[in-house]
């Protein structure tokens, strides 16, 4: 009994021995192999992937801060549109409501500090019992203050962006503006929306904002002195296209949308469409030139009015005798250069005006874009009207870049607003040849030195180009007193870079002028005081200060006197 | 001997655990740090993004041009005051204060 007892307990030690045994090796052999994988992953990161290793530092990587809305910038990198943090004030009404204030108490102490929340308004709102109800929108930082100050509760404060345009008005036609929740209505901001929605999408403009301010100030100071409705003005580079300064007055602070009043909404320069005047002479000529059909020898009898049906056409300055073709356009002969549209014929006509982009709506970046008036049917009349640029009317901006393919060796830009890289391929079509140009060009300085244009010559730049004048037509007569006065010019001469065009719309005479209110004496000055200043901002040295004059006999001689 | 192992381990493990605390609170500290720094550039972006804005409000042309003639007497450059190396030498010698200095020759 004792014995087998012995001999049980002996197994039972043996057994436990072996469980332990068993047990230990078990919680060995996982710690072997978690050991292991530790030791492979310190042999990993210290040996293989030692300089892999993620970086724990994150900061802002950009320079910039994200705005809903990329900046806009001139073609210098000048800032002219952006989007400024602001805060919004907003009220939960149920918290203020239950913290028991009263809203009479709290809307007069807020209307008191913000003039654009009316006590009403604030009332109503307070009252409301919902939890998000704007009361004042984009604060500046100083009200934000004052409004933590009174310690209301229930008022918050909502971050949101406000789109500024630091030069005020100096842009206003170009970059439009955008609606208080930053959806661009007009211009720029609203052709290039989406763009400037999307991440990185800061646009570069090719205007100049000086080039713009000088344009801007000479046409303000035309408009007040010949108390005129408003004006255009364009700057134009005649190799590329690009528009250097682009105003339509009068204009409007986009900063403050409330300032869009009457028409200073409407874009002269590229929405409204006028009858140019004798501007469109130099089309005339370019054409009647580049066809062959007449030759600058040519001359035509401007002795006597031409009649046609029950209109006549005449001369504003009679010359009462027959004219060379310079002539006629220096001279700014109706008479001579309706002969010369007559010569031409209806098809040759429309089809250079067509070439010139002048029959089409222009191609620019904005969506205010004006599309000409052409006659629906080209009759006889036509024809004569339109040689002297009456009975068709253009935007000044579809002009200036017509103008601007006569002068700069016969190539047409498609007008544009942003910048254009160097080195970048330019679409350009070519719609007169190199010598019909250079031969414009000619004529065109003839023009400034002994025709109209005489007050755009400038002292040290060669300014070639040609006056308008064009009566307004209302409930389909002219009349006499209210009139477009514009001036085109192309600097420097010798080598064109800048058309500069120049449009005052219902220039009143004046003592200075004698009573005129002519383009001579209203737009010609404008482009003048334009060129003289442009030309150093852009770095232009100045024309040589010789000019050969034509000798009798040249055809491009005139007789100013007799 | 076996003493000495168990002091020297219990040694090891509580400077072990005390310099692996320090380094973790060492480490909050400096992601504490970082934040705010983070934070800081942030509203310093914010300022310089601000305050170009307003450089180029305050170099507005017309600004400049008006406040130029007020206060620096300058005038409007004109054409003339552009010349080539070409033409440096053709130029007629500026106002001389004195009559009997001689202009100086410009070497080139």
């Known amino acids: 009994m004792e014995l087998r007892g012995a001999k049980v307990k002996q197994q039972r030690t043996k ?69 400024l943090p602001t805060d919004s004030l907003f009220v939960d009404s149920k918290a203020f409501l239950e913290a028991g204030e009263k809203p009479t108490m709290a809307a007069r102490k807020l209307s008191r500090l913000l003039p654009e929340l009316s006590m009403d308004k604030a009332v109503k709102h307070l009252a409301s019992g919902k939890r998000f109800e704007y009361l004042v929108r984009n604060l500046t930082p100083e009200q934000k203050y004052q409004v933590n100050l009174l310690g ?59 080039v713009q301010s000088v344009m801007r100030q000479a046409l ?112 700014s002969s109706n008479i001579g250069s309706a002969q010369i549209a007559l010569e031409a014929g209806a098809d040759l006509q429309r089809e250079y005006l067509d070439r010139l982009g002048l029959l089409n709506t222009t191609s620019v970046e904005i969506p205010e874009v004006g599309a000409p008036l052409v006659p629906v049917t080209w009759r006889k009349s036509s024809i004569m009207t339109i040689s002297y640029g009456h009975g068709i009317a253009v935007s000044p901006l579809q002009l200036d870049s017509a103008i601007s393919a006569i002068a700069n060796g016969g190539v047409l830009h498609s007008p544009t607003l942003l910048k254009i890289k160097k080195g970048e391929k330019l679409p350009a079509q070519r719609v007169i ?13 003839l023009v400034v030195l002994q025709g109209s244009g005489k007050n755009a010559n ?10 308008g004048t064009a009566d307004k037509q209302e409930g389909g007569k002219y009349n006499e007193h209210t009139r477009i006065s514009s001036f085109i010019g192309v600097f420097p001469m010798e080598n064109p870079r800048y058309a500069v065009l120049a449009m005052v719309d219902g220039p009143q005479g004046i003592k200075r002028t004698f009573g005129y209110a002519t383009a001579g004496w209203v737009a010609a000055p404008i482009v003048k005081k334009v060129v003289d200043r442009i030309g150093p901002m852009l770095g232009m040295s100045p024309s040589p200060a010789v000019e050969e004059a034509y000798k009798p006999g040249d055809p491009l001689f005139i007789k100013t006197k007799g | 001997m076996t003493r000495l192992t168990i002091a020297l381990t219990a040694f090891l493990a509580l400077a072990l655990s005390i310099a692996v605390f320090r380094i973790t609170y060492q480490v909050d500290e400096l992601e504490g740090r970082l934040h705010s720094l983070n934070t800081e550039i ?12 307003e450089w180029s409000y305050l170099n507005d042309p017309h600004r400049l041009e008006v406040l130029a003639k007020r206060y620096l007497g300058l005038e409007e450059m004109t054409g003339e005051q ?24 410009l070497e080139r």
Not at chain 1, 433 to 445: I, V
Not at chain 1, 458 to 467: A, L, M, N
């Open chain 1, 220 to 331: 303000q100071e035309a408009i007040d002195e010949f108390k005129a409705l408003g004006g255009a003005g364009v700057v134009m580079d005649v190799q590329t296209g690009e528009l250097l300064s682009l105003v339509s007055l009068p204009d409007y602070d986009p900063n403050d949308t409330n300032t869009i009043q009457g028409d200073a909404g409407f874009n002269r320069a590229t929405k409204g469409v006028y009858e140019m005047g004798s501007i469109f002479k130099l089309i005339n000529t370019a054409m009647a030139l580049d066809s062959g059909v007449v030759n600058i020898n040519d001359t035509f009898d401007a002795s006597k009015p031409l009649r046609i049906g029950r209109f006549s056409i005449s001369d504003y300055h009679a010359h009462k005798r027959a004219l060379t073709v310079p002539e006629i356009l220096v001279f």
């Open chain 1, 433 to 445: 040849s190199q010598k019909t140009s250079e031969q414009m060009r000619k004529l065109m300085r």
């Open chain 1, 152 to 210: 209301i509760p229930g008022l918050h404060f909502q971050r949101e962006e406000r789109r500024t345009y630091p030069q005020g008005p100096l842009l206003s036609h170009v970059l439009g503006y955008t609606d208080v929740d930053g959806r661009g209505i007009a211009g720029i901001e609203k052709s290039f929306d989406h763009q400037l929605r999307a991440p990185d999408g800061t646009l570069q403009l090719s205007i100049d904002v000086r």
């Open chain 2, 42 to 53: 942030l509203d310093e972006q914010e300022t310089i993004h601000i305050l170009k804005a």
């Open chain 2, 82 to 105: 552009l010349i080539t190396l070409e033409t440096l030498d053709q130029q007629p010698p500026a106002t001389v204060e004195n009559p009997k200095a001689k202009p100086v020759k």
């Open chain 1, 458 to 467: 400038s002292k040290y730049y060669r300014v070639g180009g040609k006056t």
């Open chain 1, 15 to 83: 057994r436990a021995i072996e469980t332990g045994h068993n047990r230990t090796l078990v919680a060995g052999a996982v710690f072997g192999v978690l050991f292991l994988v530790l030791a492979g992953r310190v042999v990993d990161l210290s040996l293989l992937r030692g300089n892999q290793e993620p970086e724990l530092v994150t900061s802002p990587a950009r320079e910039e801060i994200e705005t809903s809305r990329a900046n806009i910038m001139d073609r210098n990198g000048i800032l002219v549109a952006t989007s």
